[in-house]
Structure formats: C-alpha cells, structure tokens
C-alpha cells in the first residue's frame, strides 16, 4: 500500500509539473528575446543580420516606432531593392480581401452573420449533411465556416489564362496537386479549419454585391484611398522593379500568377504596406471603415486549444500587455516566398518582412519581433515555446523524483526503527 501511495504521489506531482510547466511555456518562461527589451537598434542588428546570412535572393524589412518607419533594409543579388520593389504577397492577400469585405458590411451592403448564399449566383456551396446557411462572411473571413479545402492555389504560368472565380471554384487547382473541393466539411462555426477557398467565395461574394470586378473595387476602395500605388494583381512578368522569384539556392525561378486574386494574388511593397500598418493603427486611417470596424477585424472567432488565433482576415499572434492583440498576417508560396507583417496595437510599433529566396525567413523574423515586444511566443513559434519548456521539466521531474526517493528512505527508515 506505502508503494501504490508512493507511486500516487510521483504521478500527481509530474501531472501538475507538466502541465505548470506547458503553460509557463506557451507564456514565454523559457524563451530568450534576441534583443533586450526596448532596444530596437539591437533588434534591427540582429534581423538584419538574418537577412542577410539566411537569403540568397532578395529581401525588404521595415520597422516602425509609433506609426513611423524607424529603420529600413533591402538586399537583392542582381536587380537593386528599394522601398517601391514589388514583392508577391501570397496569403497576405487575405487582409486586404477581408477589408474590401469589411467595407461592404460598413455601407450595409452585406450583413456579415447572413447566409452567403443570400449574396451568390454564379456558383453556390455544393450540398452536404451540414447547414450550408450557417456559411456566412463572418465565418469565412475567420475559417470558421467549416470549408475543408485546405487550399493552397497552385500556380499558373504567365502564358496561361486564369480560369473565372466559378471556374475556378468548380474546379480549383490546389497547390498539392491533389483533387480538392470547395465545400462544407464540418459543422460550420465549430471550428478553425484554414481555407483558402473560402476566400475564393469572398472574392465572388465582392463581385456579385460590387457589380464590379474584385480587383478594380479593392483597387478603388481600399489600395487608392491608403496610397498604396504600386500594389497591384496584374502578373509581375508584365511589371518592372519587382522581386525575382528566387529559389532558396539563390537560382531565378519562373513568375506565377494566381487564380484567387483574394487568396493569395496581391504584389505589393514595403512603402504601401508601411502605409497599410499606419493606418491599421490610426483613427483616421482613410479608409471608408469606422475605427471600430478596424478594431473587430481582431477580436478572436479562431480558436485552437481556447486560444484566440485569428480575427476577421487577420492573425492574432500573440495577446498584446494592454489586452489586445499583436496582429497582421504571413504569406507563403512556392519556390521560397514568404511575407509578414505583424503590428502591435499598444505603442503603434510594428515589423514588415518580405522576402524572396527562402521559404520561412520573413515569418522567422517577424516572430521573434513579437517575443521582442510583448514577452509571448507567437503562434507561429508554438512547437519552439513547447520544446523551450522539455529540459525544465526533465530537471524538475528529476528532482521531484529525487525528494520523494530521499522521503520514501527517511519513511523506510523510520518504520524500521518503530
């Protein structure tokens, strides 16, 4: 019986051990910012370091100080780099589709919590066993509409003609190669599934509502009034100081084109983006969206493990110390392209990375600017703050084992002299 108590105890006390020990680490406990707090000449040292001796192809970082750019970097092997190159924004397109969508909602031409289908012609939801109606804008904007896709659009030659949205839609060509379909998977609002299709239906929603073609009404509603005027969905084949696409060898690569201008086929630079962060941080951030708008683009829909991770066409990537949220979006797409930019709605500060030439470089950076800033490991540094945690439990669960070894002697021994 001493033995099965003993044994009881070593189980519990690892139990709570583990689990103190999970949730200092997904705080940060473990984790060492590589600069220290404040410092952010050391903070553009260390990242610009990483740009330069991580990429072979070419690079932009930004980093702003209450709404203002402080520090800019550019690198490229062959082409000159400045402010104004045009980089492909890949998933980063997201952001910039959910706030031509937001604009709807805000001239009350859409109600964002409505069956998307009340706004849908061209092409519809295939059937399933769920309700396709609780499919709304909300929850696309949020991939919590129970779409299971896990699109990835594949890409497109600068010789081919891109298929219309409801070809596309019927028909996506996805990244991985393999058959995919747009369509309802589990019940919709239950959870976060990431679904690049469903921002293919936004991008049909904007057209059918707008009358207009999705890029000219982003163009007009959203890129225009920001002054972001290199940003652009035409191919960077046709286009001048743009980014090579270059293969993580440093070698040059084809120029692809997207299907989904929504999802993943926005090209933009490092002085528009600068642009958008000033306004995603300003009152008057002219755009035709009410403050409030801006700010509920960030309230958490996406939950993993009761985490909030994503917003309305926005990543949440860490609680920020005042009670928001540092927040923004990444892209990524094939050979090596990899976008960030994360924004700290506390003090106004922020990051902008683009890089071509490795596939996780501006992510890596902008991540650490996060921990840098708040304390918090980023959502995307999940498994990193996991592993930060495995050696102070191995020491702890090593002493713990230790003490009640050196008890159960003292109790073995006192028994014996009783």
């Known amino acids: 019986m001493k033995i099965l108590k003993l044994l009881f105890i070593a189980l519990a006390g690892l139990t709570a051990w583990g689990l103190l020990v999970g949730y200092l680490a997904l705080n940060g406990a473990w984790m060492t910012p590589v600069a220290a707090s404040g410092d952010a000449a050391a903070f553009y040292e260390w990242a610009v370091g990483q740009m330069e001796s991580s990429n072979k192809g070419s690079s932009a970082l930004v980093l702003l100080q209450d709404g203002e750019v402080v520090k800019e ?33 805000a001239d009350g031409r859409i109600d964002l919590d409505a069956p998307v289908s009340e706004y849908l012609e061209r092409w519809n939801l295939p059937a399933s066993e769920f309700d396709n109606d609780k499919v ?35 028909n996506p060509r996805a990244s991985s190669g393999e058959s995919v379909s747009v369509a309802v998977g589990v019940e919709p609002g239950s959870e976060f599934i990431y679904s690049g299709g469903g921002y293919l239906v936004l991008e049909l929603l904007v057209e059918e509502v707008t009358g207009m073609n999705f890029e000219k009404y982003i163009q007009e509603t959203i890129l225009d009034p920001l ?30 084109q997207y299907a989904s201008a929504a999802a993943t086929g926005l090209s933009s630079t490092s002085h528009d983006l600068a642009r958008l962060a000033r306004a995603m941080l ?42 928001d949220y540092v927040f923004g979006h990444d892209g990524a797409n094939d050979p090596a392209i990899n976008t960030a930019v994360r924004l700290n709605p506390d003090n106004s500060d922020g990051i902008i990375a683009l890089v071509s ?10 991540s650490e600017w996060v921990l840098w800033q708040t304390g918090m490991p980023d959502l995307l540094q999940v498994e990193r703050a996991i592993n930060s945690g495995i050696a102070p439990f191995l020491i702890g669960s090593l002493v ?10 003292r109790w073995r021994s006192a028994g014996s002299r009783g």
Do not use: C
């Open 282 to 323: 300003s009152p008057a951030n002219g755009l035709p969206l009410q403050r409030a708008s801006i700010e509920s683009m960030r309230e958490p829909y996406g939950f993993v493990m009761g985490a909030g991770i994503w917003g309305l066409g926005t990543m949440l990537y860490a609680p920020s110390p005042n009670g």
């Open 136 to 170: 709304t804008a909300r929850r696309l904007l949020s991939h919590t509409a129970g779409l299971t896709d896990g699109l990835g659009f594949g890409e497109y030659g600068a010789e081919e003609v891109l298929p219309t949205i409801d070809e596309e839609l019927r």
């Open 400 to 409: 713990l084992l230790l003490a009640l070894f050196a008890w159960s002697l």
């Open 227 to 256: 002054g972001m005027q290199r940003s652009t969905y035409v191919g960077l084949a046709r286009l001048e100081n743009v980014s090579p696409s270059y293969g993580i060898d440093g070698a040059i690569g084809p120029s692809f």
């Open 357 to 366: 030439g490795h596939p996780s470089l501006a992510s890596n950076i902008s």
């Open 73 to 105: 970097h550019f690198s490229g092997p062959q082409a000159s780099v400045d402010e104004h190159t045009l980089f492909p924004m890949a998933s980063f397109s997201k952001w910039i589709a959910a706030l031509g969508v937001m604009s709807l909602a």
